[in-house]
């Protein structure tokens, strides 16, 4: 996570987001998928697949990754990369907890 985010815009709270899963939020044109992990880690990214623009929101969440729903590339959710032998990455954004509410730092 880039700490020298600003900007930073409540966006709701962990109890929005079932274990190891997504929601959704709208900035322009992008949509941003926001995780959370088995141990509620919160994690941002467009909800595209590098491969063939998979909604990455309706993937499985595991560890620090996702699965896309599509043809199985598994995806970290900290940096974006593809792993294993696939290649491509997918724009992450910084977020953050601060007790239950969640916020993203997007440019607005
Ligand atoms: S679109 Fe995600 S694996 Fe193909």
Redesign the pocket.
């Given at each position: 996570m880039n700490l020298m985010a600003k900007n930073w815009v409540a966006i709701g709270s962990l109890q929005d987001i079932p274990p190891q899963g997504a929601r959704c939020v709208e900035h322009g044109d992008t949509t941003i998928a926001v995780f959370r992990t088995h141990d509620n880690r919160v994690f941002a990214m467009e909800d595209k697949?590098?491969?063939?623009?998979?909604p990455?929101s309706q993937g499985i969440v595991h560890d620090n990754c996702v699965t896309?729903?599509?043809?199985?590339?598994v995806i970290n959710l900290e940096t974006g990369l593809a792993q294993g032998a696939d290649d491509g990455a997918t724009a992450t954004f910084p977020v953050k907890l601060e007790g239950e509410m969640i916020y993203l730092s997007v440019e607005f």
């Open positions: 697949c590098p491969h063939k623009n998979g990455l896309c729903p599509l043809h199985n590339w």
